[in-house]
């Protein structure tokens, strides 16, 4: 295990020491593990507060700042954080008008925001929602599992909701278009390699040289099924074509597209691949109105990418363009 | 019982989680994220510690600092899982607990992993070892067993409970991502809980 690290059980302290360091318009809670934006809790301001296990970064902590987060909680590599840090920072960014929980579809960060919301709503009176993404088409049987996983749209519902609280709206609106972001959008993987977790220090699946796990989840979780590594346009093809089974993109006002890097596979390699999701796009007849390609929902070094698709309307694509300074997305600023 | 022998009941929890820890961690790891002895055990030291710094001297302070801790160190599901079920047991828990306020205390505990993790039985959780173990202690009671006799027939009941999750395809948690892939390992939750009431048979007697 080759990683830039001093050792494995100070990897999220140290990161966070170099985040606040490197940013210092944030403010970080570094005995809670809490990233604030510098100047929360804005007054009248809904307050959106994410978070997660470790490992998918720049989620959650580098889209905090205006016109996104206000607060994100990490918690160890890929385990959810406590309820703890949640309630905290809830409190900390009530600026009166009450907080969204944005919460990626996993029993552990499910069960530990709902404790939290109730927690805080228990000992402060701070009004709770909480919006759980769950957009990964990858999890065919819904009904027997735990739910489609919270993937890549979680990047796109904290940018939208963002905006539309940084407008001032209440949070029931707020938290409808959160909502109404992951009703419309839908993601899908592929692992060319496995990631590692410093504390295990080998591999968590073992995918032999020349295969591919398609369908991954962001945790080194099984995909739908393993193939013979294939020329980008059929990776592509085998990524667009569940997601249009799943949801019919057509007669919107164009799909935000985004093609996102698992943390491990150059940019290089995505725009080969946004390339031919634009042209399966195409092909299908649907527009795009809207791009973003990158690691933004990354699991640690595993080598590979997702696609997400939003099916966008006027107010997505206001809201998307809205000014937005973090770390990691930064426009219109 | 009172505080100090329900004290007693949870430092023997964390002793055999102690024990257990590898065995729970690799359970997890044929079908889970690979954490839930590792959690459990750094939740349940807290536990030993929160109780050794100032021992509760009601039942239902101690169900409640058992609860709040293991909610704030556990993470991943167990934590709000146990965190939900313990606190559910302070409220039910009267100033001295006698065979039938366990028997209560305890479905109060069952009802809130209910509450929390919305599991019916056959989901392969913890549920299908609690669940068993509490409805036989109800009908040892009732049936007239004295409390040892019907802690044991729980523990009876939860052992065979959790060697029925061996060849189920998990319905909840991240196992469910493997389906009948899950299937032909214990559920490690099924196995932390039954250590629960293995516990309880060694340390209450009445």
């Keep these: ?333 | 019982m009172d505080a100090a022998a329900l004290n007693a009941w949870m430092h023997e929890f964390a002793r055999l989680i102690a024990e257990n820890t590898a065995k729970l961690t690799e359970l997890d790891s044929a079908i889970g994220d690979g954490d839930h002895g590792f959690n459990m055990d750094r939740g349940l030291k807290a536990v030993v510690q929160a109780l050794d710094d100032e021992p509760p001297d009601t039942p239902s302070a101690l169900f409640k600092r058992v609860g709040m801790t293991l909610i704030s160190k556990v993470g991943g599901a167990s934590g709000p899982l146990y965190g939900t079920a313990f606190l559910r047991m302070s409220a039910a828990a009267d100033t001295s607990v006698d065979g039938p306020g366990f028997a209560k205390v305890l479905r109060a505990g069952l009802d809130g992993v209910v509450a929390r993790g919305k599991c019916v039985a056959g989901d392969k959780t913890m549920y299908d070892a609690l669940a068993p173990a509490v409805d036989a202690l109800d009908a040892g009671l009732a049936e007239g067993k004295d409390f040892p006799a019907a802690l044991q027939a729980a523990v009876d009941a939860a052992t065979a409970g959790r060697d029925a999750t061996v060849p189920m395809a998990a319905r909840k948690g991240r196992a469910s991502y493997l389906g009948e892939r899950s299937a032909g390992h214990a559920d490690p939750g099924a196995t932390s809980v039954t250590l629960l009431l293995v516990a309880a048979a060694a340390t209450l007697t009445d």
């Excluded at chain 1, 909680?73 to 809830?90: H, K, L, N, R």
């Excluded at chain 1, 739908?224 to 346009?233: K, T, V």
């Design chain 1, 1 to 333: 295990m080759n990683k830039l690290i001093n050792e494995p059980a100070t990897v999220i302290p140290d990161a966070l020491l170099g985040l606040a360091a490197a940013h210092r318009e944030l403010r970080v809670d570094h005995e809670n593990r809490i990233v604030y934006r510098g100047d929360a809790p804005v007054r009248g301001k809904v307050g959106l507060v994410s978070g997660g296990g470790s490992g998918h970064e720049p989620l959650h902590a580098g889209f905090v700042g205006p016109g996104m987060l206000d607060a994100a909680c990490a918690g160890e590599i890929f385990t959810s954080p406590v309820p703890d840090q949640m309630v905290a920072a809830t409190t900390a960014v009530d600026g009166g008008a009450g907080v969204l929980h944005i919460v990626k579809n996993y029993t552990g960060d499910v069960l530990n925001f709902e404790m939290a919301a109730e927690l805080a709503e228990a000992e402060t009176g701070v009004p709770v929602t909480a919006v759980i993404t769950d957009d990964d088409v990858a999890v065919q049987d819904s009904l027997y599992t735990a739910g489609r996983r919270g993937v890549g749209v979680t990047v796109l519902v904290e940018k939208i909701a963002g905006a539309a609280a940084e407008q001032g709206r209440k949070l029931a609106d707020v938290a409808d278009v959160a909502r109404k972001v992951n009703a419309n959008g839908r993601s899908m993987g592929v692992a060319l390699t496995s990631c590692t977790v410093p504390a295990a220090g080998k591999p968590t699946f073992d995918l032999p040289e020349g295969q591919m796990e398609v369908g991954i989840g962001i945790h080194g979780e099984p995909g739908r099924r393993r193939a013979p590594i294939a020329p980008a346009r059929e990776i592509a093809e085998m990524l667009v074509s569940p997601i249009l089974a799943d949801l019919d993109f057509t007669g919107s006002d164009g799909v935000i597209a985004f093609v996102n890097g698992m943390g491990a596979t150059p940019l290089i390699e995505l725009y080969v691949m946004y390339h031919e999701v634009e042209q399966l796009l195409t092909k299908a007849g649907i527009g795009i109105a809207r791009s973003l390609v990158g690691p933004y929902i990354t699991s640690l070094d595993m080598a590979g990418c997702s696609v997400t698709l939003l099916k966008a309307d006027d107010e997505l694509l206001r809201l998307w363009d809205a000014p937005v300074r973090t770390p990691a997305l930064r426009w219109g600023v």
